[in-house]
C-alpha cells in the first residue's frame, strides 16, 4: 500500500478536534438503542457480536456520557486502534488506518474510573505504550484480536511495557488470538513477549491469566521455561492459569533441558505438579491441554507409576496437560495384576486430564501395558472429570474400577484398549456417581451373559463408538434409566435391537457409520421412545439399503424423516445399485417396480390355469371318447413280441360266487369266445384231493396275468382275499405287473372299511378297469381289458400238461362246468 495513504490518514488523525465533526461521542452511540445493549453511569455494554446492524466503532469513542463509567464493554466492533477519536461519516477500510494506532493517547483523560475494559473480537494489532497508564483496571480481556506487540517495539530486547501499567489487576484475558485482515505474515510467537511481561505483575493482585491460543500458523515453536512464570507469580494470588492450545516445543524449570536421544522433548507431569504446588500456593486451576498442536515435535508428556504418592499437597482443583505427541516410545510392557493409587495428597482435586500421556514404572524403559484385576484409588478423593484420553497408557483394563465415588465425568478416549465388562459398573465403590463416560476408540467387551452398566442410574451420555462392536444386547442399557444419549456409531452392527422403553428420557442415539442396512419393525417402533422425546436418531453412513424388501423401512424413514439428525447425509443403494437420498427416494415408483413381477406373474399363472381348465372341462366331456381312441392307437402301435415264458392259460380269474354270473357270462364268454383267451378258474380247472393253496398257487403259476373281480362280495369273502393274498406273492415273485384289477362296481360304492391296506396299495400304484353298464364305456373296458392282456398264449397242450395232478387242461373248448361244479362254488369260499 502505497505510503502516501498512510500519511494521510495519519495527519487526519492527528488534526482531527476531538469535538469536530468527525468525532464520535459516547452519549451519541448511547442514544442509538440498535447499537448498545446498556448504558449507565456505571457500566456500558455495546457489544456488536450478535448485532444484525453492528456499526464498526473503529477507534475508542470519546466519553462524554459519565466520569464515573467503571465498565467497558466494546466487544466485537472492529476497533482497530486504542485512538479516542472515531470517525462518524466516513468508514475507513480497516487496511488503510491500522497505522494510525502509534499516537499515543491515554484512557486516564476521560475513562478515569475505569476498572474493566472488554475489546474482545476486535482488529487490534498494536497497544501503545501508556495507553493504561493511570487506570486502576482489575479486568482487562484483549482476546480474539490481532495482536503484535513487535510494532510497537524498538528492538527483541525491549520488553512490551503493557502489564507494568497494571499493578491492580485482577483478570487477564489475551487468548484466541487471530491473523490481521491484511495477512501479514510473522514469526513472532507471541508468547515470548507475554511470558517474560508477566515480571511486572510479581507484586500485583492478579487472580486470573489466560494466554490460551495466542499461537499463529506461521509462529514459530515457543520453548517455554516454567521458572520464569512461577517466579513472576510467586507473591501474587493467582488461581487460575490457562496456557492450553499454544505453539509449545518444549516446557523445562531452570536451565533449558535437551534430550539428544529423543527427537522430541519430555515433561514429567509430576514434576509439573509439584513446581505449580510448591511456587504457586493459591493456584486452583491450571491448563495446559493440548500444547503442541498436532506438531511432529510436540513434547511427550509422562507420567510414573509412583507420581501420585510423591506429589506435593496443593490447592489445585483443576489439572490439564495434554501434547498432540503420540507416545510411541519402544519400550518393554510390564502387566499388573492390581494397582493400588493413593490421592490422599491431592484430594482437592476435582478435574484431571492427562491425554496424550505415557504411563511409566520407575525405570523409563518399562511401560504399563495392562491391569488384569482393575485398579483402585484410596483415602478418597474429589475427583469429579478425569481425562486420560490418548494412546500410550495400557493395551487392557479389567476387574473393576474401585475408589473415584465422585467422578461424574470420565474421558478414555482413543486408547485402542480393551476395557473389561466388569469396569462398567456403578455400584458401591465404583463410578456411584458417573454421569459422562466416553469409551470411542477402544475395544469394549460386551458380553450378554453379564449385566452391564450395573447401578448406573446416574448416567446421561454415553460414547462407545469405534470399538469394533458387532453386536449388543438388548438389555444393554437397562441399569441406566435416565440416560439422554448413547453413540455407537464406527462400529459392525449389523443388526440392532436396544430395548428403549425404560429410557424415559433419551433424546439422541448415534448409530452411524456401521454396518446397518435396514432397522427392523420391531426396533422402528421402539424408536418411538425418543421420537417422543423430540429427539434425533442418526443413521447416516450406514449401508442402507433401499431395494423391494426394506419398502416398509424406507416409508418409515420418509414419515419420520424429522426425528433423523442429517436426514439429508442418509445415502441408500437402491435396485439400480446407484447411491440415492432415502429420504427423497420416490416410493410409490419403487413399489410399482417392485410389484411388476407379481403382476406379470400372477397373470401368467392366471392365463396357465384358465388354459388347464377349459382343457379339463373338455377332456372330461369327451374322456371316454378319447380313452377309446387312445387305446386303439397304443394297440396299433405297440410291438406284442413279448414271450409268453410256457404260460398255457392266459389268466387266472378270481372272483366271488356272488359275481359269478357275471365272471362267466360275461367275462369268461366275451374273452373266450369273442377274443380268444384262455383262462383259468376253479370251478372249471381245479382237480379234487388237493390242498387249496396249492391249487391256486399252481394255476397262477400256469397263468400270464391274474384278473381279479373286486367288489362289495369279493371283499367279503374269505376264500377271495386269501386268492388275492396269493396274488400279491406271485406279483412279488415275478417282479412284473401281472395283476389285472376289475372293478365290478365303482370304488365309491363299495364301504371304505373294506378296503385293506394291500388293496389300497395295488390301487394307488396300478391302473385298474372299471366295468359300467353304460354301451360306450364298455367298448372302452374290452378295448381296455384286451390291450392290458396282451396277445392270446395260444400254447400248446403237452404231455408235461397232461400228467399234471393239480388242473385239467384239456376241457377249455367244451364251455362251463356242469351245475354240481357251481353248487361246490360256495364251499370253497367258506373253507379258508
Same mark, same amino acid.
Given at each position: 500500500m502505497a505510503s502516501w495513504m498512510y500519511a494521510c490518514v495519519v495527519l487526519l488523525s492527528v488534526t482531527s478536534s476531538l469535538h469536530g465533526k468527525y468525532g464520535r461521542m459516547l452519549s451519541e452511540i448511547c442514544s442509538d438503542k440498535h447499537t448498545c445493549q446498556s448504558c449507565t453511569n456505571t457500566s456500558i455494554t455495546c457489544n456488536g457480536k450478535d448485532g444484525s446492524k453492528k456499526q464498526p466503532?473503529?477507534?475508542?469513542?470519546?466519553?462524554?456520557?459519565?466520569?464515573?463509567?467503571? #465498565?467497558?464493554?466494546?466487544?466485537?466492533?472492529?476497533?482497530?486502534g486504542l485512538k479516542l477519536v472515531g470517525y462518524k461519516n466516513k468508514k475507513l477500510q480497516r487496511d488503510r488506518v491500522h497505522k494510525v494506532t502509534k499516537r499515543n493517547l491515554t484512557f486516564q483523560e476521560y475513562y478515569p474510573n475505569l476498572e474493566y475494559l472488554n475489546l474482545a473480537g476486535n482488529e487490534l494489532e498494536a497497544i501503545p505504550k501508556d495507553v493504561f497508564k493511570g487506570l486502576a483496571l482489575r479486568g482487562l480481556n484483549l482476546g480474539i484480536n490481532p495482536l503484535n506487540p513487535r510494532i510497537m517495539m524498538k528492538s527483541e530486547d525491549e520488553d512490551w511495557g503493557i502489564f507494568e501499567q497494571l499493578p491492580n489487576i485482577r483478570f487477564l484475558n489475551i487468548s484466541r488470538m487471530k491473523h490481521p485482515n491484511h495477512y501479514q505474515i510473522t514469526k513472532h510467537n507471541i508468547l515470548q513477549y507475554l511470558i517474560p511481561e508477566l515480571k511486572y505483575l510479581n507484586h500485583s493482585k492478579i487472580e486470573v491469566i489466560d494466554f490460551s491460543e495466542t499461537h499463529r500458523k506461521t509462529a514459530k515453536p515457543y520453548s517455554l521455561n516454567m521458572s520464569l512464570v512461577l517466579t513472576a507469580l510467586k507473591e501474587t494470588p493467582i488461581r487460575e492459569i490457562y496456557l492450553s492450545n499454544n505453539y509449545i516445543d518444549n516446557v523445562y524449570f531452570g536451565s533449558n533441558k535437551e534430550f539428544p536421544e529423543l527427537?522430541?522433548?519430555?515433561?514429567?507431569?509430576?514434576?509439573?505438579w509439584n513446581n505449580l504446588s510448591t511456587h504457586l500456593k493459591h493456584l486452583e486451576h491450571f491448563d495446559m491441554s493440548n500444547i503442541g498442536l498436532d506438531l511432529f515435535n510436540s513434547p511427550l508428556l509422562i507420567i510414573h507409576e509412583g507420581t501420585f504418592e510423591k506429589m506435593i499437597a496443593s490447592?489445585?482443583?483443576?489439572?490439564?496437560?495434554?501434547?498432540?505427541? #503420540?507416545?510411541?516410545?519402544?519400550?518393554?510392557?510390564?502387566?499388573?495384576s492390581h494397582l493400588l493409587i493413593n490421592l490422599a495428597i491431592i484430594s482437592k482435586l476435582e478435574v484431571l486430564k492427562l491425554v496424550n500421556v505415557m504411563f511409566l514404572r520407575s525405570n523409563y524403559m518399562c511401560r504399563v501395558s495392562s491391569f488384569q484385576?482393575?485398579?483402585?484409588?484410596?483415602?478418597?478423593?474429589?475427583?469429579?472429570?478425569?481425562?486420560?484420553?490418548?494412546?500410550?497408557?495400557?493395551?487392557?483394563?479389567?476387574g473393576e474400577i474401585k475408589g473415584l465415588?465422585?467422578?461424574?465425568?470420565?474421558?478414555? /478416549?482413543?486408547?485402542?484398549?480393551?476395557i473389561g465388562q466388569s469396569v462398567l459398573s456403578c455400584s458401591n465403590g465404583n463410578f456411584e456417581s458417573l454421569?459422562?463416560?466416553?469409551?470411542?476408540?477402544?475395544?469394549?467387551?460386551? /458380553?450378554?451373559?453379564?449385566?452391564?452398566?450395573?447401578?448406573?442410574?446416574?448416567?446421561?451420555?454415553?460414547?462407545?463408538?469405534?470399538?469394533?462392536?458387532?453386536?449388543?444386547?438388548?438389555?444393554?442399557l437397562k441399569n441406566a434409566k435416565n440416560l439422554k444419549s448413547l453413540d455407537l456409531s464406527g462400529n459392525l452392527l449389523t443388526h440392532i435391537d436396544l430395548n428403549l422403553a425404560e429410557l424415559k428420557q433419551m433424546k439422541f442415539l448415534n448409530l452411524s457409520h456401521n454396518k446397518l442396512d435396514k432397522l427392523e419393525y420391531f426396533f422402528m417402533d421402539k424408536l418411538k421412545r425418543i421420537a417422543a422425546n423430540e429427539g434425533l436418531v442418526d443413521l447416516h453412513g450406514n449401508p442402507l439399503s433401499c431395494k423391494c424388501g426394506e419398502i416398509e423401512f424406507i416409508s418409515w424413514i420418509q414419515a419420520n424423516k424429522f426425528t433423523f439428525h442429517k436426514p439429508n447425509w442418509m445415502l441408500c443403494t437402491d435396485i439400480f445399485s446407484t447411491q440415492v437420498n432415502i429420504t427423497k427416494l420416490n416410493l410409490a415408483e419403487l413399489k410399482f417396480y417392485c410389484i411388476k413381477p407379481i403382476i406379470i406373474s400372477v397373470t401368467a399363472t392366471a392365463g396357465t390355469i384358465g388354459v388347464i381348465l377349459l382343457s379339463t372341462v373338455l377332456i372330461y366331456k369327451y374322456r371316454f371318447r378319447i380313452q377309446y381312441l387312445a387305446l386303439l392307437a397304443r394297440a396299433q402301435f405297440r410291438r406284442r413280441n413279448v414271450p409268453d415264458d410256457g404260460y398255457y392259460f392266459d389268466a387266472f380269474l378270481s372272483y366271488s360266487s356272488l359275481d359269478k354270473e357275471f365272471s362267466h357270462n360275461t367275462l369268461t364268454h366275451r374273452l373266450e369266445g369273442d377274443f380268444?383267451?384262455?383262462?383259468?378258474?376253479?370251478?372249471?380247472?381245479?382237480?379234487?384231493?388237493? *390242498?387249496?393253496?396249492?391249487?391256486?398257487?399252481?394255476?397262477?403259476?400256469?397263468?400270464?396275468?391274474?384278473?381279479?373281480?373286486?367288489?362289495?362280495?369279493?371283499?367279503?369273502?374269505?376264500?377271495?382275499?386269501?386268492?388275492?393274498?396269493?396274488?400279491?406273492?406271485?406279483?412279488? #415273485?415275478?417282479?412284473?405287473?401281472?395283476?389285472?384289477?376289475?372293478?365290478? *362296481?365303482?370304488?365309491?360304492?363299495?364301504?371304505?372299511?373294506?378296503?385293506?391296506?394291500?388293496?389300497?396299495?395295488?390301487?394307488?400304484?396300478?391302473?385298474?378297469?372299471e366295468w359300467s353298464e353304460e354301451k360306450d364305456r364298455q367298448q372302452l373296458f374290452w378295448q381296455k381289458l384286451k390291450d392290458t392282456l396282451g396277445r392270446p398264449c395260444n400254447a400248446e397242450l403237452t404231455d408235461e400238461h397232461r400228467r399234471n395232478g393239480y388242473l385239467v387242461f384239456n376241457q377249455f373248448d367244451t364251455g362251463i362246468c356242469d351245475d354240481v361244479q357251481d353248487e361246490l362254488q360256495p364251499l370253497l369260499e367258506n373253507s379258508v
Open positions: 466503532f473503529y477507534f475508542i469513542p470519546v466519553n462524554d456520557f459519565s466520569p464515573e463509567i467503571r #465498565t467497558l464493554n466494546l466487544e466485537f466492533r472492529d476497533i482497530i527427537p522430541y522433548s519430555r515433561i514429567g507431569v509430576g514434576e509439573m490447592n489445585l482443583k483443576t489439572f490439564k496437560m495434554s501434547s498432540s505427541q #503420540t507416545p510411541d516410545l519402544q519400550t518393554d510392557q510390564i502387566e499388573f484385576d482393575g485398579l483402585s484409588f484410596q483415602n478418597g478423593n474429589k475427583l469429579r472429570i478425569l481425562d486420560i484420553s490418548g494412546p500410550g497408557k495400557f493395551s487392557e483394563i479389567n465415588t465422585s467422578l461424574e465425568e470420565l474421558y478414555f /478416549n482413543d486408547n485402542n484398549c480393551i454421569k459422562i463416560l466416553r469409551l470411542s476408540g477402544n475395544l469394549v467387551q460386551l /458380553n450378554s451373559s453379564k449385566e452391564v452398566f450395573a447401578d448406573c442410574d446416574k448416567l446421561i451420555h454415553v460414547d462407545l463408538s469405534y470399538n469394533k462392536i458387532k453386536e449388543i444386547s438388548s438389555d444393554l380268444g383267451y384262455k383262462l383259468c378258474f376253479d370251478e372249471r380247472n381245479f382237480l379234487g384231493g388237493h *390242498v387249496l393253496e396249492e391249487l391256486v398257487t399252481v394255476a397262477m403259476n400256469h397263468s400270464k396275468k391274474i384278473i381279479l373281480v373286486i367288489s362289495e362280495h369279493f371283499l367279503r369273502s374269505k376264500w377271495c382275499t386269501f386268492e388275492m393274498d396269493i396274488a400279491n406273492g406271485v406279483l412279488a #415273485t415275478r417282479g412284473c405287473n401281472c395283476i389285472i384289477l376289475i372293478l365290478r *362296481v365303482p370304488l365309491n360304492m363299495i364301504p371304505a372299511q373294506l378296503i385293506k391296506p394291500r388293496l389300497r396299495s395295488l390301487l394307488e400304484n396300478r391302473l385298474y378297469i
